[in-house]
């Protein structure tokens, strides 16, 4: 029985209302029926280059079937216009990933993790290995050449037969590494989680659960990485602005 999910556009992209559970029924579903769909997930940064990249719009188009919410700010933004998202609604790689490989180990689904630095991806898939026993997981570094080895990478992850694929090797790369391979790959369901196993390698400090109950985990990711995250959190937003008043103007017409 296939996963029933509503759509909703805000910032001028769309976006599910996935809850864990339902996401995790969607991937079942994905495997069971050996679709080729791709997952991606929209937070302010992915929306502000959304509305830059070509390529980033064209990947958004070949995930529209399937993208959840990895922002806070777009459920508060959405219950300001009026729809029926809540907080379960957004949810990060790093809150459904353990889940998953728990699936994966129960169910016998294989998996493989391309992305990370070599010795940080290896460090999370071994932690993986250990947590989860029985759980078939390969993992390779997402530091390659992507015009010239990508061929190598792709006959790594299909001699693998993953039945899910985990892309993290941070936005826009990575969904511009799937819009273009993604129709080489053989895995049933390949999903984007940014730098998802640099957390559960330990090399970033996971932000405290309550920061995010607070819708502050933004502010304790800044905080570890002030360098790569300053620009996405204090400056993109802002450009934002017209997008939210295209919401406001079809809101108002709407009712």
């Known amino acids: ?151 190598r990478v792709i006959a790594a992850i299909n001699e693998w037969n993953p039945d899910v694929l985990l892309v993290g090797m941070g936005m826009p790369r990575q969904e511009r590494w799937l819009l273009h391979h993604h129709a080489e790959v053989e895995a049933p369901c390949a999903i984007t989680v940014g730098a998802a196993m640099d957390y559960f390698a330990g090399a970033i400090p996971t932000p405290p659960r309550w920061m995010s109950r607070l819708s502050l985990e933004w502010l304790a990711r800044l905080i570890a990485e002030p360098r790569r995250l300053g620009k996405r959190y204090l400056i993109e937003p802002w450009s934002l602005l017209p997008y939210m008043a295209a919401d406001v103007r079809k809101h108002v017409l709407r009712r």
């Open 1 to 151: 029985m296939r996963t029933e999910i509503n759509r909703y556009e805000l910032f001028g992209v769309w976006a599910n209302d996935f809850t864990i559970a339902s996401f995790l029924s969607a991937i079942r579903d994905i495997i069971d029926t050996r679709s080729h769909c791709v997952i991606g997930h929209h937070n302010l940064h992915s929306i502000y280059l959304y509305h830059r990249d070509t390529a980033m719009r064209m990947f958004f188009e070949q995930a529209a079937q399937y993208t959840f919410i990895d922002g806070m700010p777009i459920i508060l933004w959405s219950k300001f216009l009026g729809y029926p998202l809540v907080r379960d609604h957004r949810f990060t790689a790093v809150d459904w990933m353990p889940q998953l490989m728990e699936r994966c180990a129960s169910e016998g689904w294989r998996i493989f993790y391309l992305g990370s630095q070599p010795s940080i991806v290896e460090t999370g898939a071994q932690r993986f290995r250990e947590q989860y026993p029985g759980l078939a997981i390969a993992a390779a570094h997402g530091y390659f050449d992507i015009d010239t080895e990508s061929d």
